[in-house]
């Protein structure tokens, strides 16, 4: 940021740069929206009336691969950094926080960054001229956030979708919605925890089919969560409860396993919230708005 004192300042791209305060004593600031590009700052002497101009250029960092965001549940917040790391913190009473089976049911007051890895192949060739084939665990870096109100969402950099928390309306999108908890420390025994999923995992059904996320949207309420995610191809999938019909047009209550929704060439999606009538909101790519589920208020 670039403080501006006496003079007025007065960006010609207020998407990337403006000015945060009065423009003769404010601060020129990048804009939440991560926008990365460059703005003409025109500077003005009021006793002069003379101008200057210089360009500032927004960049992102060489580690780069997100814009940074929050989002908040119900008793819990996520925030992406843009080096793609994601920290979590409040109320873990489901698991929602992603920090593990031993750290359900605390609650942390600081941020706590979520360690999820992939495993990576790397061929090299040794003195021999054979290729020599290792295995090493990388971090995982995150693109996009959602945090449901007691369940939370993540997509990494290669489209990957993860979901973790409460499982009790199949929020988390593996098939159920009484899902036994695997004890980490002793893989063989059950936890008697139902219902949650106390860290990132992929949905399989995304893997399985090859599906690149590039959306996600988390809505309802306690009691009444549901998920959305939107693909590269302009698809939607929804699943969780669907005591509305939020999710899909049917006598099911609860589905626990990602469907396609029926429309096409979406560029946005918005998980409607709350208990009552809940309403899914999605965007195509003429701008044409359609909405599907609760319909109090037509």
């Known amino acids: 940021m670039v403080q501006v004192t006496g003079t007025r300042f007065a960006s010609s791209n207020v998407e990337v740069v403006y000015v945060d305060g009065e423009a003769t004593s404010g601060t020129l600031r990048p804009t939440e929206k991560g926008a990365y590009n460059s703005a003409v700052i025109t500077v003005t002497n009021p006793k002069t009336n003379s101008e200057g101009v210089f360009v500032v250029n927004v960049t992102k960092t060489n580690d780069a ?169 302009g698809d939607v999938f929804a699943w969780g409860s669907n005591k509305f019909n939020q999710v899909e047009n049917s006598d099911r209550e609860i589905v626990s396993t990602p469907v396609y929704v029926p429309v096409s060439r979406m560029t946005s999606i918005a998980a409607g919230k709350g208990d009552e009538f809940t309403t899914s909101y999605g965007v195509q790519e003429l701008g044409k708005v359609l909405a599907w589920g609760g319909n109090e208020s037509s």
Do not use: C
């Open 65 to 233: 691969v997100a814009s940074s965001s929050v989002s908040t549940g119900t008793n819990h917040t996520l925030v992406l950094k843009e080096n793609g790391t994601l920290w979590t913190w409040g109320d873990n009473t489901y698991g929602q926080l992603g920090l593990g089976l031993g750290r359900v049911g605390s609650i942390d007051m600081k941020p706590q960054k979520l360690n999820v890895t992939k495993t990576v192949t790397e061929i090299t060739t040794d003195a021999d001229g054979e290729d020599v084939v290792t295995e090493r665990e990388v971090p995982v870096k995150f693109t996009k956030i959602a945090a449901g109100p007691d369940f939370s969402m993540a997509i990494d950099v290669d489209g990957n979708l993860y979901t973790w928390g409460r499982n009790n309306n199949g929020q988390i999108g593996n098939g159920t919605d009484t899902s036994d908890v695997i004890n980490e420390k002793n893989p063989s025994e059950v936890s008697n925890k139902e219902n949650l999923v106390p860290s990132p995992q992929k949905v399989a059904y995304f893997t399985d089919y090859n599906v690149v996320m590039q959306g996600i949207s988390a809505g309802g309420d306690i009691g009444n969560s549901y998920a959305m995610a939107l693909s590269s191809e």
